[in-house]
């Protein structure tokens, strides 16, 4: 089974109905009041922290990292657009998981919204 992890920033002082702002991204629409993000730095830096991950052409226009452990139990996935990273575990690994947030999160200030729970994991500065 897989779990989902969804990344956005919102500029300061917009507020946002989470759902409806997974909803609009994953239907590849566009946001009014999310930042863009520094989607090659975050990049590089899952690749370095996941270093058997390939980054590789998803489709003409797009592209997306892949990555299988060693004894191939656990893999993700990551897409993203100017506005958002999602990542795709299979299965839920809460080591990787965790990994992964402290990335996109951590370094980057960027909130998790998880779409199991519906839950978005707001920072001060996303407020």
């Known amino acids: 089974m897989s779990y989902q992890l969804v ?4 500029e300061v002082g917009v507020g946002a109905n989470a759902p409806a702002v997974y909803e609009a991204l994953m239907d590849g629409g566009t946001v009014d ?5 520094p989607i090659e730095d975050m990049a590089a830096a899952i690749l370095a922290a996941f270093p058997t991950s390939v980054r590789e052409p998803n ?7 892949d990555w299988v452990s060693e ?5 993700f996935q990551v897409e993203w657009s100017p506005q958002h990273v999602c990542i795709d575990l299979r ?3 809460n080591d990787v998981a965790n990994r992964l ?5 951590g370094d980057f200030g960027c909130p998790l919204y998880d779409p199991q729970t519906g839950e978005r994991f707001d920072s001060t500065s996303d407020a």
Not at 7 to 10: E, K, S, V
Not at 71 to 75: G, S
């Open 7 to 10: 990344f956005w920033q919102r």
């Open 33 to 37: 009041g999310l930042r863009p993000l």
């Open 59 to 65: 489709g003409p226009s797009s592209e997306w990292i």
């Open 71 to 75: 004894d191939q139990h656990t893999a």
């Open 91 to 93: 299965p839920q690994n």
């Open 101 to 105: 947030i402290d990335i996109v999160s």
